[in-house]
């Protein structure tokens, strides 16, 4: 069950995901889902949209492995400040999510009015950061804590609304000497281009489905991204992993390990740390289980031999 990423060998192939606002599924935030993955030796990804810091992360975590997601802000002293807290708390790898440098379309939000990034919920990180702190202060004359609806605004506009080049990847590369890894990859052109500015990695991943309406699935490109970029760097999964044998079909195809999101969110919300942890270990057991029902010894025994692509609707033929 286990697999080696980035020279460090993990338990199995689950990651998991990082999910802003925490908090709206249970009041543990991100601290209480950090020490479930802790205990399952299954590596925490945390979210720039938290409701936490790394530093109570890291203390929740303790020696479980962690990886923070950066959205990538406007301000370079901004995100070295971050990139530097991370660094110090025992965060390993960086994941840059490309996707959401502007919020899709959700009507549904709209209809709710549900933005919780205005009440201060899920802008942790600008609101700790001495940097953001200063340079807030030093624009509006009051403290984050004095304003925290202007200054949780202030920090949104940092990491909404302007989208970064691919030269820019040098600058992270040079300040971030971990893993660099690049979410939100749909298309070969794109892996390759992560690949030549200097990444270890790629996530390919729709944002879950959430960003943008009719996009394709990552499944139906991860084949043509693992087979031009494969050989030469890590290549992650993520979006729509409900069950071991979703993850065997992700592997098989090429993915390196996957992302599991929304499920473990379910659970947590329902039953906190308990909830959450019965999930993860539920899906190892059916990723365990599901590998040994259909004969295959190992994770590196995931390969395109096991699957056959079975053909739909107007693609059957009679």
Same mark, same amino acid.
């Given at each position: 069950?286990?697999?080696?990423?980035?020279?460090?060998?993990?338990?199995?192939?689950?990651?998991?995901?990082?999910?802003?606002? @925490?908090?709206?599924?249970?009041?543990?935030?991100?601290?209480?889902?950090?020490?479930?993955?802790?205990? &399952? %030796?299954?590596?925490?990804?945390?979210?720039? $949209?938290?409701?936490?810091?790394?530093?109570?992360?890291?203390?929740?975590?303790?020696?479980?492995?962690? #990886?923070? @997601?950066?959205?990538?802000?406007?301000?370079?002293?901004?995100?070295?400040?971050?990139?530097?807290?991370?660094?110090?708390?025992?965060?390993?790898?960086?994941?840059?999510?490309?996707?959401? #440098?502007? /919020?899709?379309?959700?009507?549904?939000?709209?209809?709710?009015? =549900?933005?919780? =990034?205005?009440?201060?919920?899920?802008?942790? =990180?600008?609101?700790?950061?001495?940097? =953001? @702190? +200063?340079?807030?202060?030093?624009?509006?004359?009051?403290?984050?804590?004095?304003?925290?609806?202007?200054?949780?605004?202030?920090?949104?506009?940092?990491?909404?609304?302007?989208?970064?080049?691919?030269?820019?990847? +040098?600058?992270?590369?040079?300040? #971030?000497?971990?893993?660099?890894? /690049?979410?939100?990859?749909?298309?070969?052109?794109? +892996?390759?281009?992560?690949?030549?500015?200097?990444?270890?990695?790629?996530?390919?991943?729709?944002?879950?489905?959430?960003?943008?309406?009719?996009?394709?699935?990552?499944? %139906?490109? &991860?084949?043509?991204?693992?087979? $031009?970029?494969?050989?030469?760097?890590?290549?992650?999964?993520?979006?729509?992993?409900?069950?071991?044998?979703?993850?065997? !079909?992700?592997?098989?195809?090429?993915?390196?390990?996957?992302?599991?999101?929304?499920?473990?969110?379910?659970?947590?919300?329902?039953?906190?740390?308990?909830?959450?942890?019965?999930?993860?270990?539920? /899906?190892?057991?059916?990723?365990?289980?599901?590998?040994?029902?259909?004969?295959?010894?190992?994770?590196?025994?995931?390969?395109?031999?096991?699957?056959? !692509?079975?053909?739909?609707?107007?693609?059957? !033929?009679?």
């Amino acid at each position: 069950m286990s697999t080696t990423l980035f020279g460090q060998k993990y338990r199995s192939p689950i990651l998991m995901a990082p999910i802003g606002v @925490q908090s709206l599924a249970h009041p543990d935030k991100e601290p209480g889902l950090a020490e479930v993955c802790s205990e &399952l %030796d299954i590596p925490y990804i945390m979210s720039s $949209a938290a409701n936490s810091s790394f530093e109570e992360v890291a203390t929740a975590s303790g020696p479980g492995k962690r #990886w923070y @997601q950066l959205y990538w802000p406007k301000d370079n002293e901004i995100t070295l400040s971050l990139l530097e807290r991370a660094r110090q708390n025992g965060f390993d790898a960086l994941v840059v999510t490309l996707d959401t #440098w502007s /919020l899709a379309w959700r009507p549904a939000d709209l209809d709710n009015g =549900f933005l919780p =990034f205005l009440a201060g919920n899920g802008t942790e =990180f600008g609101l700790s950061d001495h940097v =953001f @702190q +200063a340079k807030y202060k030093g624009k509006t004359g009051s403290t984050v804590h004095e304003d925290i609806a202007g200054a949780s605004t202030e920090w949104m506009a940092q990491i909404v609304g302007r989208n970064h080049t691919w030269d820019e990847v +040098a600058f992270l590369r040079k300040a #971030w000497s971990g893993p660099l890894i /690049l979410k939100g990859i749909q298309h070969v052109q794109d +892996a390759k281009a992560a690949l030549t500015h200097g990444c270890d990695g790629i996530v390919v991943s729709n944002h879950g489905g959430r960003q943008l309406d009719g996009a394709i699935g990552s499944l %139906d490109v &991860l084949p043509e991204i693992v087979e $031009a970029v494969g050989s030469e760097m890590t290549v992650l999964f993520d979006s729509g992993i409900r069950t071991g044998s979703d993850i065997i !079909k992700a592997l098989a195809l090429g993915a390196h390990a996957i992302l599991v999101g929304r499920p473990v969110m379910y659970g947590y919300a329902v039953n906190g740390k308990p909830g959450a942890k019965a999930v993860l270990q539920g /899906l190892l057991a059916d990723l365990h289980l599901s590998m040994a029902t259909a004969g295959i010894p190992s994770i590196g025994a995931c390969n395109r031999e096991v699957l056959r !692509k079975t053909p739909l609707g107007k693609d059957a !033929k009679l």
